[in-house]
Structures are given as C-alpha cells and as structure tokens.
C-alpha cells in the first residue's frame, strides 16, 4: 500500500498497526482520549498541528511526509 496515498487517518492506522499499539495505548502515548484518537483514524475529525507534531515524533517520520508536503 503506498503510504503517500493513504489519507491521514489511515496513516494513523497503518502506522500504530506496524508499532502493534492499541488505540487506547496510542491515545496514552499522545496525551489525548482513545475516542478522540479513533476519530481522528476513522477520519471524522482533522488532528491539530500539535497532533500531528505528536505522531510524527512518535512514529519517527517527519512532519512533512505525514501531509506528502514536497510530493508530486
């Protein structure tokens, strides 16, 4: 699956699947609600910059690659 493709909410997935984190565990993780985390992987809410900061930091990938900023 080409991870530039994928909208945010399911590079939020992808990327706490591969960590083999629950929500509840990432949601911990990132100072926030389980339930907020889920809506924000279902894409029914836009994470915050802060977030977004967060998830990158976690994950080991830079800002720009979570939003394909420079891509094609």
Partial sequence: M????LTLGE???M???QAG???EETAALL???AGTYNKIETDFIY?????LNKV???YGISYDELL?????
């Fill in 21 to 23: 984190t629950s929500v």
């Fill in 47 to 51: 994470p915050t910059e802060s977030m």
């Fill in 2 to 5: 080409d991870f530039m493709k």
């Fill in 31 to 33: 100072k926030t609600a």
């Fill in 56 to 58: 990158a930091r976690l």
């Fill in 68 to 72: 394909n900023v420079g891509e094609g």
């Fill in 15 to 17: 990327l706490r699947e």
């Fill in 11 to 13: 590079k939020f997935r």
